[in-house]
């Protein structure tokens, strides 16, 4: 029987360490732009996610999204960059009151355009990796649930408040670590 | 630990052996990832039933050749 289930193991140490070091560019990357842009955040999540994907010892399955669906997800995300960057830029210029709203808003239309490719994306996968990702976003959707109320009911104590950019960021984190611990269980 | 539910039985590991298939040429031949063949040989994952049509069809055996339904009660 041709062997099928073994990969070189630098070549997929090396893949996790770039996708670990990838997802820790984008958590340090929003945890800058909320705290205010120290370049830190950055720093330090790029170093972790690659700590984390060295640590990863099996060889993380790619999911098979089809290529126009991948390239609606890039444009989706740069256009999601562009405007959440412009629109702050923005908002530090002089700019009229009445269109404040409109600037801070205008990130969420290509937001709502990555969600729905992603969406999309999902459902073009087979039906294990439909499942893995199922079990993720439950993960995501529970532990931001906990997470959030154990803060809110900490605030009532005294806790600093924060602001609410925290909470999507944190359902991209538990959405990757929850990916991460499915793909184990069906490794 | 492993939470994930007790699984068929199946002989598709043997039944790709015959053949002389990879894990990545079943998969494509039905259309499926790699690793989820690998997750239904290895028992972490029971497939729906279509797939289990394609891969006994596949094989030109019935799907009661191929999983093995008698462990689950």
Known sequence: MKNSTSQDPSQSRGRNIALGAAFGLLIGGGLDLILGDTGWGLVIGILLGALAGYWIKFPLPAMQYPPHVVRRIVLSAVLFFVFLFGSQWLLNQYIGQSYQVLVALAPSIPATLLGLSIASAIAHLDELQRRIQLEAIGIAFGGSV???????L???????????MFVPLLMVLLWGIGKLWTMWKYR | MDDVEISMKNRLKV?????????????????VSRQTINAIETGKYDPSLPLAFKLSKLFNL???EVFDPTDLG
């Open chain 1, 146 to 152: 906990i997470i959030t109320f154990s803060y809110a």
């Open chain 1, 154 to 164: 900490m605030i009532q104590v005294g806790a600093p408040e924060v602001s609410w």
């Open chain 2, 15 to 31: 039944l790709r052996a015959e053949q002389n298939w990879s894990q990545a040429v079943l998969a494509h031949k039905v259309g």
């Open chain 2, 62 to 64: 019935s799907i009661e």
